[in-house]
């Protein structure tokens, strides 16, 4: 008997364990609403936002703050369709380096921009298939005022749009400072990040892409070679400070790794080109394909960028909360039954079968462990 009631005290656990999932056939649709803190959850957010960073060419690469809600559908083929939403947080890369977001640097609070991204992710282990169909995301910068509250010497951000002259003056002078001191003839591409300080004067500090200059003649020969239109090569972190009549110019610059030249020829199919799931333990996955393709016949999604929240909801509206700070909108079908989708390329067999997807589960299924743990605890840079 002693030994009895550690049994079923275990049982129960697991028990409960595996029925949590069964309690969500009660839902309209078949679906199971994981933990957000286990590892298949985690798992799959890390695939589905590697991949939205592979499929952009614009922005800072995105890092995972939390997992906020994720369903599975599983297929009558094999794998499972995941829908997720995470909150994420820009990192200091950008996109174009290509780097997991793993290897990218969080934001220090005050620079911080982060949002939400939904995404649906078909996943067969057996056949080591990742393919994403869709995702969107939606980013505000952190609350200014609310920075400013904690820490008013911070920089604040200062728009990229070239409206403020000394912004393009610090990426003019900066860059001028990179090319002299080696031999370059780099030339601006287009300012991505810009924010100021009051040092000991007025203080700018810029990210900003580069590209190659033009032919000359002297390299007549590698000019054939060259894109008609330049394409980025780096990104340069330049500052400008002044103190009366004096300059303080600095500049560190990164280079993309630079990618075969692509001749436009195979490129047809590459935006549904599935990925490879890597082997267990093999975290960092290798690029199958060229995805960069600049003519992309489908668009998979895209990342809308909203102004701070403040500026919508003014201090005197206190209790208005909006009613969706960050809107994502994600449905490939409004068919509650659900959609069948056509991906003959994911399947290497003579079978062509073909996934179900459902209308984006609304929030209000979620597992009891939902959101997740997050990176980046503070509030400010939570979605609500
Ligand atoms: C993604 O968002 C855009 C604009 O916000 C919207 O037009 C598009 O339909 C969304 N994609 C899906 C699959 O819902
Ligand atoms: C999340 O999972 C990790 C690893 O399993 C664990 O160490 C951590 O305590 C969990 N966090 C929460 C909040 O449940």
């Given at each position: 008997m002693g030994l009895l009631l550690p049994l079923v005290l275990y049982a129960l656990a697991t028990c409960c364990v595996a029925t949590s999932p069964l309690?969500?056939?009660?839902?309209?649709?078949?679906l199971l609403s994981l933990g957000c803190n286990s590892s298949e959850a985690l798992g799959v957010a890390g695939f589905a936002l590697q991949d939205i960073n592979r499929d952009r060419t614009d922005g800072y690469v995105l890092s995972l703050n939390r997992v906020s809600n994720v369903q599975q559908h599983r297929q009558n083929i094999q794998g499972s369709v995941y829908y997720l939403t995470l909150d994420v947080l820009e990192t200091?890369?950008?996109?174009?380096?290509?780097?997991s977001w793993k290897d990218c640097e969080a934001r220090t609070l005050h620079e911080t921009v982060y949002g939400q991204c939904k995404a649906i992710i078909y996943i067969n282990r057996p056949s080591r298939i990742i393919y994403s169909p869709a995702y969107n995301c939606t980013l505000r910068p952190v609350s200014r005022r609310k920075i400013h509250h904690m820490c008013p010497d911070c920089p604040s951000p200062v728009a990229?749009?070239?409206?403020?002259p000394r912004v393009l003056e610090a990426a003019t002078e900066s860059l001028g400072k990179y090319n002299n001191e080696n031999s370059k003839q780099y030339s601006l591409f287009k300012i991505t990040r810009a924010s100021s300080q009051w040092v000991f004067g007025p203080s700018y500090f810029v990210d900003y892409l580069i590209k190659e200059p033009p032919c000359t003649k002297s390299h007549i020969s590698g000019c054939a070679l060259q894109p008609s239109d330049s394409v980025p090569v780096g990104i340069c972190k330049g500052s400008l400070g002044r103190r009366g009549t004096e300059k303080f110019v600095s500049v560190t610059c990164n280079f993309f790794e630079s990618e075969a030249?692509?001749?436009?020829?195979?490129?047809?199919a590459v935006n549904q080109e599935p990925a490879r799931l890597p082997k267990?333990?093999?975290?960092?996955?290798?690029?199958?394909?060229?995805?960069?393709?600049?003519?992309?016949?489908?668009?998979k999604g895209s990342v809308q960028y909203l102004p701070d929240l403040d500026d919508e909801q003014p201090?005197?509206?206190?209790?208005?909360?909006?009613?969706?700070?960050f809107p994502v909108q994600l449905d490939l079908t409004t068919n509650p039954q659900g959609e069948t989708l056509d991906v003959p390329?994911?399947?290497?067999?003579?079978m062509k079968e073909k996934l179900v997807v459902l209308p984006f589960?609304?929030?209000?299924?979620?597992?009891?462990?939902?959101?997740g743990p997050a990176q980046m605890g503070n509030p400010l840079v939570l979605p609500p």
């Open positions: 309690m969500q056939t009660l839902l309209p649709t078949p200091d890369c950008h996109v174009l380096s290509k780097k990229t749009d070239l409206s403020d030249p692509t001749l436009g020829v195979e490129n047809s267990v333990g093999e975290l960092q996955q290798e690029n199958p394909t060229p995805t960069d393709s600049p003519s992309k016949a489908l668009t201090e005197d509206s206190t209790g208005q909360v909006p009613v969706e700070a390329f994911l399947f290497l067999g003579p589960p609304k929030g209000e299924y979620h597992s009891a462990e939902c959101p």
